[in-house]
């Protein structure tokens, strides 16, 4: 009778220890090198819902970003997209207590050159350009570093 008891305590214990995982729910500011090579630092508002994360937040030049990810043990995922600008980051890392740290890609759905939808966008882009009385040349690229390494500390 006592191994049974054992064995059922042990049973149940394994399968709620899922349950005691620390919640990572919270403001988290996440820091990365631009593709410019600068400093880029935002805000996420993750609610941790048993492991399937929410995310909002906002970024100083994307502005709204809203995504999903999930959280498995100290195994985070995290797919945010910007509502503003065809951007989104993918991160993949390990959470340890109020600090996580790992992959950030990131992941832009600019038609190509020569294609019909970026002849599409650039017309749209130009009557908006030429409305706002901006001139017509987009500005260069930005060059240099695209770190892929991030880190987030909870607020």
């Given amino acids: 009778m006592r191994k049974v008891l054992f064995l059922t305590t042990l049973f149940a214990f394994v399968l709620t220890s899922s349950v005691w995982a620390a919640d990572i729910s919270g403001t988290w500011t ?11 630092s935002f805000d996420l508002i993750i609610k941790d819902a048993g492991g399937n994360l929410t995310i909002t937040g906002t970024h100083p030049i994307l502005k709204a970003l809203v995504g999903t990810g999930t959280v498995n043990g100290d195994v985070i995922t995290m797919n945010v997209k910007s509502g503003e600008a065809p951007v989104q980051f993918a991160f993949t890392g390990k959470v340890a207590g109020n600090k996580m740290s790992g992959n950030r890609e990131i992941i832009t759905s600019h038609p190509k ?6 002849e599409k966008m650039e017309a749209a882009n130009a009557g908006k350009k030429a409305a706002a ?3 017509m040349a987009p500005p ?8 892929k390494d991030f880190t987030a500390e909870m607020k």
């Fill in 30 to 40: 996440v820091k990365a090198k631009d593709p410019a090579g600068g400093d880029d």
């Fill in 113 to 118: 050159p020569g294609t019909k939808e970026f």
């Fill in 133 to 135: 009385g901006m001139p």
């Fill in 140 to 147: 260069p690229l930005p060059t240099g570093p695209v770190s």
